[in-house]
């Protein structure tokens, strides 16, 4: 099999495309996951069994299903009740949640982090436990756990090529419709997968940066 | 056992008790099947300093921790400036809690905060003070504690004298008529703990607070106390004023837990 080098320059219109779309999926799925994630790790803390143990059993099943079951079945099940989104807003939001079910550990450990001595503190400046957790344990538990968000947003990474399965035209995507056309596999499939370890590199690179700034 | 400490060194003649600030009565605490406090009563009137020693696991921290709302008793009634804090709803609690501060062995400052915003932070959303009278308060606060150049900087940096001078002004800024200290020096380092307690020494003799204090620094307590409590076991083996408890004590156990600490 021989490279061609002309055959890489014929994919680069496709792959900008499909580039444009696994870092759209991949910053709004990290935006859903981080925001669902810290929703449910607060839910749980909500003091009844009502909220925990719903709570629980759905993230838990959404945890412990593959996200490729959980592409098709919001693809295809949700229209038939009526709930139908395009491809990549249908991608973005399973893969948001799916990832928020990890993230929601990632937070609770957090906050469990916090000593208890924080809380203890709060109490006895009779501080309202609303004003509590957003001045006193939020931003202390927030701060520790940006590195283990930030290898969240790695594997996430490397999940979007998922999103193929429902028609979205992320790298992969690209790279695949590209070799129908051509019948040429090495050169597309190579460059995106050098593409994968460069995104990857510049992600861990930023999240490295904020986490300089956010744990001092 | 009911131990009025205002009873023993009382001025003759005077009108009739007012209500103490703090009373417990008949408080129960379990831990499991383990009875740490068995139905103790005790009252400490406005204004006093009282100590209470005692072997490790006799119950003084418990007793500190349930005044603070940190633990509830199983029975009994907690009552403080004349408004119930335990049994009473969370509204009720809420408002007899703020006439109680506490200073903590390990300080438990917010490291996320500066040293101000330590100080202002409830003040501005308990009290609701503007930022500004906090910020003026907190000011003179942390020159009492010898830290006016330390405002901008993070808990963190501080040595842990230093921190515990400004977890002691951070209670002193909610303005509590009772202050709660738990062995407020045993996490320092031995050369930080003389600067602590003459602060304290000095917030007692210049204030009308009210100190319910457990220490293991017999000559604090000598000298800030008007009324020593010794605990053992969940009870108050003796109560007097501190030249009795460390000059001539009564009991037999006192006596033999004052030469162990010595
Ligand atoms: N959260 C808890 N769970 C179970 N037992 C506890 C708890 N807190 C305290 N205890 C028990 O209650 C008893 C009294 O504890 P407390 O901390 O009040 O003693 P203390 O007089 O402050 O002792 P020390 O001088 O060591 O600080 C001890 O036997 C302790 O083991
Ligand atoms: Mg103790």
């Not at chain 1, 992320?170 to 051509?182: N, P, V, Y």
């Not at chain 1, 460059?191 to 700034?213: D, K, N």
């Not at chain 2, 003026?136 to 921190?163: F, N």
Request: a neutral charge; hydrophobic letters at 45%; charged letters at 20%.
């Amino acid at each position: 099999m021989n490279w061609d080098w002309s055959a890489v320059g014929d994919f680069l219109p496709y792959f900008w495309k499909g580039l444009l779309v696994t870092l759209q999926v991949l910053a709004l799925g990290s935006l859903i996951s981080f925001s669902l994630g810290l929703v449910w790790a607060l839910l749980c803390r909500v003091p009844t069994r009502w909220v925990q143990w719903p709570v629980g059993v759905v993230t838990e099943f959404v945890r412990n299903t593959p996200l490729l079951v959980q592409l098709f079945f919001l693809f295809y099940v949700l229209p038939e009740w009526g709930l139908a989104f395009s491809a990549p807003a249908t991608g973005v939001v399973a893969i948001g949640l799916h990832y928020s079910t990890y993230t929601m550990q990632v937070y609770r450990a957090g906050i469990e982090a916090v000593p208890a001595g924080q809380w203890e503190a709060a109490t006895a400046l009779n501080l309202p436990r609303g004003r509590t957790w957003r001045a006193v344990i939020l931003p202390q538990a927030l701060r520790r756990v940006v590195p283990a968000l930030g290898n969240y947003v790695l594997s996430m990474l490397k999940d979007t090529p998922l999103l193929m399965a429902i028609t979205v035209l992320e790298m992969l995507g690209q790279a695949r419709l590209f070799s129908q056309e051509r019948f040429q596999f090495t050169e597309p499939l190579t460059v995106i997968g050098v593409a994968f370890v460069v995104v990857s590199y510049l992600a861990s690179l930023l999240l490295r940066t904020l986490e300089r700034r956010l744990v001092r | 056992m009911s131990v009025e400490t205002q009873t023993s060194n009382r001025p003759t003649g005077t009108a009739p008790a007012a209500e103490p600030l703090v009373r417990l009565e008949q408080v129960t605490k379990r831990f499991g099947e383990h009875t740490v406090l068995d139905r103790l009563d005790f009252a400490v009137e406005a204004g006093r300093h009282v100590t209470l020693i005692g072997p490790s696991g006799s119950g003084k921290t418990t007793i500190l921790r349930m005044l603070m709302t940190l633990t509830r008793p199983d029975e009994g009634t907690i009552t403080v400036a004349g408004q119930r804090l335990f049994p009473a709803p969370e509204k009720q609690v809420r408002e007899a809690r703020k006439n109680i501060g506490m200073v903590f062995q390990q300080f438990n400052l917010f490291p996320n905060m500066t040293v101000l915003r330590n100080l202002t932070e409830a003040p501005v959303t308990v009290l609701g003070l503007s930022r500004d009278e906090a910020e003026e308060r907190a000011r003179e606060l942390l020159e009492l504690v010898g830290l006016s150049d330390k405002c901008d900087v993070r808990p963190p940096r501080l040595s842990g004298g230093q921190q515990q001078r400004v977890a002691i002004a951070r209670a002193l800024a909610m303005r509590p008529k009772v202050l709660l200290l738990d062995e407020v020096t045993s996490a320092l380092d031995p050369e930080l703990v003389a600067g602590v307690l003459d602060l304290l020494r000095d917030i007692a003799r210049s204030t009308d607070i009210t100190m319910l204090c457990v220490t293991h620094e017999m000559n604090f307590a000598r000298d800030i106390s008007d009324q020593v409590l010794m605990f053992d076991a969940g009870r108050i083996v003796e109560a007097g004023p501190p030249e009795q408890i460390f000059g001539d004590p009564e009991q037999a156990r006192t006596r033999e837990f004052l030469s162990a600490v010595r």
